[in-house]
C-alpha cells in the first residue's frame, strides 16, 4: 500500500522539473522565441540554471533524496542550453559555466571527501565489530551523499583504489572470521591474468604506435585500468573474509559478490566437492563459477539475494563456495544453530 502511496510523491519530485525543462526547451523552437531571442535567451538561461534546480531543491529537501542530486540538474540545464538557445545569445551561460559551475564542482567534491574521510575514520573506530568492513561502510555512506544509480559505480572505483594501492596491511583473521582464497587458486590466476595483460599490453602498444600513437596510448591506458581492477579484486579477497556472527552468515567473494544469510533461513550445511549445475536458484559464490572448486554447499528454506559487482543482484536457494578451515567453518555454524534451536 506505501508502495502506491509514494508513486505520486516521486513522480511530483522527478516529474515538475522535467516539465519545466521540456517547456523551456518547446519555447526556444517556437516563432515567438525566435522574435524576441535576445531576451527569451536570457530569461530561459536562468530558469534552466537557477529556477529549475531551486525547485527541484524544494521538493527534495524534507525527503532522503540526497541533496548532491541538484547538480544533475544543473549539469543538465548547461547542455540543453548550449544546444537550443543561439550562440550569440548565451553570455550568461558561458559565465556560469566560467566562474558559477567549476565552484558547485568543487563544493560537491569537496563534499564527497568529508563524507570519505568520516565513512574511513568510523571504519577505524567500529573495525572491532567483525560484520563491519570499509566496502559496506563506504556503501551505506555514498548512497546518503549520491544519486543512487552513482552509488554502486562510484563505491567500487573507490574500492578498487583502496584495496589495490592504500590497505596493504595484513589482516589478522578472528575465530568467527574465514579465509576462502588461500587454497583455492583463484589469487594465482588473477596476478598470472595480471601479468599478461602487462605483457600482451606492452606488445599491442609497439605495434599500434606504428599506426596511429593516440590510439596505442588508448588501448594501453585501457590495459592499465584493466589491471588496477583486476588487482583490487585480488587484494578485496584477502580483505573481506566470510563472517559468522550472532545470527547471520556474511558470505563474501572480495568485493565481486556478497550476501548475508540468516540462520534462520538455513536448511543444510554440506562438506561436498560434488559437482553442482549453476541455474536461476543454484549459485556459485565466486564470480568464476564452475571455474573454481567449492568445498561447502548451503541449502536454504527460502529464496535469497546474492549481490554481485554493480549491484547485480541473483536469487538462489542453494549456494556453493569454498572454505580454507571448511570443518571449523561447519561446525561453528552447526554450533550456532543448535544453541538458538534448543
Not at 584495496?163 to 596491511?169: A, C, E, L, M, T
Not at 596476478?191 to 593516440?214: D, P, R
Request: charged share 20%.
Amino acid at each position: 500500500m506505501n508502495r502506491f502511496l509514494n508513486i505520486p510523491k516521486s513522480l511530483i519530485i522527478f516529474g515538475v522539473p522535467l516539465l519545466l525543462i521540456l517547456a523551456m526547451v518547446s519555447l526556444t523552437f517556437s516563432s515567438y522565441f525566435k522574435t524576441h531571442s535576445s531576451f527569451l535567451s536570457t530569461a530561459v538561461i536562468l530558469d534552466l540554471l537557477l529556477t529549475v534546480p531551486f525547485i527541484y531543491f524544494l521538493l527534495i529537501r524534507k525527503t532522503s533524496i540526497p541533496k548532491t542530486t541538484v547538480v544533475p540538474f544543473i549539469i543538465l540545464g548547461i547542455v540543453l542550453g548550449s544546444f537550443v538557445i543561439p550562440v550569440e545569445h548565451q553570455y550568461y551561460l558561458d559565465l556560469f559555466k566560467t566562474w558559477a559551475l567549476p565552484v558547485i564542482e568543487l563544493s560537491v567534491l569537496s563534499y564527497v571527501i568529508y563524507n570519505l574521510v568520516k565513512t574511513i575514520k568510523l571504519y577505524k573506530t567500529n573495525k572491532s565489530q567483525s560484520n563491519l568492513d570499509f566496502y559496506s561502510t563506504l556503501k551505506s555512506t555514498c548512497a546518503e551523499i549520491l544519486p543512487r544509480p552513482a552509488v554502486i559505480p562510484v563505491v567500487n572505483e573507490i574500492a578498487v583504489f583502496y584495496y589495490g594501492f592504500i590497505h596493504w596491511k595484513k589482516r589478522e583473521l578472528k575465530p568467527n572470521e574465514f579465509s576462502y582464497h588461500k587454497n583455492s587458486g583463484t589469487i594465482g590466476l588473477l596476478a598470472a591474468l595480471i601479468f599478461l595483460v602487462a605483457i600482451e599490453t606492452a606488445a599491442i602498444h609497439l605495434l599500434l604506435i606504428k599506426w596511429s600513437t593516440v590510439a596505442a596510448w588508448i588501448l594501453t591506458g585501457l590495459s592499465i585500468y584493466s589491471g588496477i581492477q583486476i588487482l583490487g579484486f585480488l587484494k578485496s579477497m584477502t580483505k573481506r573474509p566470510i563472517v559468522v556472527e550472532n545470527d547471520k552468515l556474511y558470505l563474501r567473494y572480495g568485493i565481486m559478490n556478497e550476501t548475508a544469510i540468516s540462520f534462520d533461513n538455513i536448511e543444510s550445511i554440506e562438506l561436498s566437492i560434488k559437482d553442482i549445475e549453476i541455474n536461476k536458484t543454484t549459485r556459485k559464490l565466486s564470480f568464476l563459477g564452475n571455474l573454481e572448486g567449492h568445498n561447502i554447499i548451503i541449502k536454504l528454506k527460502k529464496e535469497h539475494t546474492l549481490t554481485g559487482l554493480y549491484g547485480v543482484k541473483k536469487p538462489f536457494t542453494l549456494i556453493a563456495f569454498h572454505v580454507d578451515n571448511k570443518q571449523e567453518f561447519k561446525n561453528r555454524i552447526e554450533r550456532i544453530y543448535k544453541t538458538k534451536t534448543v
